[in-house]
């Protein structure tokens, strides 16, 4: 039921977009041969004329159109006639190409203002999190490190502890043995073993039978990471570099003894990096009764995971009226937005790989997933998010969006003519086709992350 009312919130995105259109195009009195809910791609599902307008209803249900005389090649309308879009004043049409953004802005607004009303409450995007049980083996740094069962967590390595998943960030970062190192840790260590190993030299395959001094070693730094990060806006990047296959194998061998025999297969410089392949140290400060208690470090293990469980809870901004109610429905509408606006600076600077983007598939699932765990009005907020993301994309300049018929307006009005009818229609049928290709690629994405999880045991 969860997943069928997430499908419901979306199609009512898209009818709204196309009705901002279908609407404007009406105020100006345009005619409008049809009104497309989904693509034409396909089977249609149900068709209706009322009036002069023809209503269908396509099986390949995302997305939508407002279809006009100009469209149709067939139309036996005169090329001057005042019913071709083409002939109505260039800002007529601007305010027509944009009138979808436009309402699904103002629909993400309505649909916020109406949770804070209902709700009398709107999200903070901060998060207090709670230590619920200590379940790691008994060996494991964090039984050492004074951690207690109900201590608040409000700091992890200099950052503060309030985004939703700062823990499991800095966890699955700090990873032990994660292959990778610090190249300037590295050059650290092996500066140690140089000094008690002076016969070898750097790269040196170091004979077997051979004895050599392990030093006390400089160890890895904490991870920083960047609020964006914290936020899950930005992914998490490293200078570090991996280890070779040989390197791993040895640093697997290494234990915690001053001396190792050598088997003739690895230099000072593998031992280096061998060496510096470790664990990542996690400082925490927690907030026990109103003392702040800075814990011993703790340590995770290969899988990213220090052993206990947690009790997250959302600081809820209460509405106590009409204006806390608007107040709080643009701060938390402006810092979606603002989130997803660097999102797309990530996408579109490769910063962001497009394996991580995602569509109405799998925002359909984790839509009726968080709709079942914290309640309609969350499920009502991500429809919100979800529309202002749809007027963002529609109004970049591309064609075969709406931001794309604005273009061809603003080359037509430096011009002083339209762009060539042909040229235009051959650039939207090319950037329409990169469109679908775009949306089966994200399809495939949305299912593979469904599935993945049915075939690891």
């Known amino acids: 039921m969860s997943v069928i009312i997430m499908i419901l919130l979306i199609g009512l995105l898209i009818l709204v977009h196309e009705l901002g259109h279908l609407g404007a195009a009406l105020l100006f009195?345009?005619?409008?041969?049809?009104?497309?809910?989904?693509?034409?791609?396909?089977?249609?599902?149900?068709?209706?004329?009322?009036?002069?307008?023809?209503?269908?209803?396509?099986?390949?249900?995302?997305?939508?159109?407002?279809?006009?005389?100009?469209?149709?090649k067939e139309s036996d309308l005169p090329q001057d006639s005042k019913d071709r879009l083409m002939n109505r004043p260039i800002w007529q049409r601007a305010i027509v190409f944009s009138a979808g953004v436009g309402a699904n802005v103002l629909c993400a607004f309505i649909l916020v203002l109406l949770t804070a009303f209902l709700w009398h409450n709107m999200p903070s995007g901060k998060f207090e999190t709670y230590v619920s049980d200590i379940v790691a083996e008994k060996d494991a740094s964090v039984w050492q490190s004074d951690l207690k069962k109900g201590d608040k967590i409000i700091e992890i390595n200099g950052s503060p502890a309030d985004s939703k998943y700062a823990l499991n960030l800095f966890a699955m970062y700090s990873a032990s043995n994660d292959g990778k190192v610090d190249t300037e840790l590295v050059e650290k260590n092996y500066k140690e073993l140089k000094k008690i190993n002076p016969a070898f030299s750097k790269d040196e395959v170091i004979q077997e039978g051979l004895i050599v001094k392990i030093p006390a070693l400089a160890q890895e730094k904490p991870v920083k990471l960047s609020k964006n990060v914290l936020n899950a806006v930005e992914l998490y990047k490293d200078n570090e570099v991996k280890l070779s296959d040989e390197q791993i194998k040895l640093r697997d061998r290494i234990n915690d003894e001053k001396f190792m025999e050598t088997d003739g297969t690895f230099s000072l410089n593998d031992l280096?990096?061998?060496?510096?392949?470790?664990?990542?140290?996690?400082?925490?400060?927690?907030?026990?009764?109103?003392?702040?208690?800075?814990?011993?470090?703790?340590?995770?293990?290969?899988?990213?995971?220090?052993?206990?469980?947690?009790?997250?809870?959302?600081?809820?901004?209460?509405?106590?009226?009409?204006?806390?109610?608007?107040?709080?429905?643009?701060?938390?509408?402006?810092?979606?937005?603002?989130?997803?606006?660097?999102?797309?600076?990530?996408?579109?600077?490769?910063?962001?790989?497009?394996?991580?983007?995602?569509?109405?598939?799998?925002?359909?699932?984790?839509?009726?997933?968080?709709?079942?765990?914290?309640?309609?009005?969350?499920?009502?907020?991500?429809?919100?998010?979800?529309?202002?993301?749809?007027?963002?994309?529609?109004?970049?300049?591309?064609?075969?969006?709406?931001?794309?018929?604005?273009?061809?307006?603003?080359?037509?009005?430096?011009?002083?003519?339209?762009?060539?009818?042909?040229?235009?229609n051959k650039i939207m049928n090319v950037f329409f086709t990169l469109l679908i290709l775009l949306l089966v690629f994200v399809l495939f994405n949305d299912i593979y992350v469904l599935v993945k999880p049915l075939f690891i045991k």
């Open 272 to 424: 280096a990096f061998a060496l510096s392949d470790g664990g990542k140290p996690i400082n925490i400060k927690v907030l026990r009764g109103n003392e702040i208690v800075p814990l011993k470090t703790i340590y995770a293990d290969k899988e990213g995971l220090i052993g206990i469980t947690i009790d997250r809870k959302e600081i809820l901004i209460p509405v106590t009226n009409i204006k806390t109610a608007f107040t709080a429905s643009w701060n938390y509408l402006y810092n979606e937005t603002k989130s997803m606006l660097i999102v797309l600076k990530q996408l579109f600077t490769g910063k962001i790989p497009l394996k991580h983007m995602h569509g109405v598939v799998l925002i359909t699932k984790m839509g009726g997933d968080m709709i079942s765990h914290d309640g309609i009005f969350y499920g009502i907020l991500l429809t919100a998010v979800i529309s202002m993301n749809l007027a963002i994309l529609n109004i970049l300049p591309i064609p075969a969006l709406d931001g794309g018929h604005l273009l061809f307006l603003v080359f037509e009005k430096i011009l002083g003519k339209p762009v060539d009818e042909e040229i235009a």
């Open 29 to 72: 009195k345009m005619k409008v041969d049809k009104f497309g809910i989904g693509l034409p791609i396909g089977p249609t599902l149900w068709e209706k004329k009322v009036g002069d307008i023809t209503l269908v209803v396509h099986a390949f249900l995302f997305g939508g159109y407002v279809s006009f005389p100009d469209d149709d």
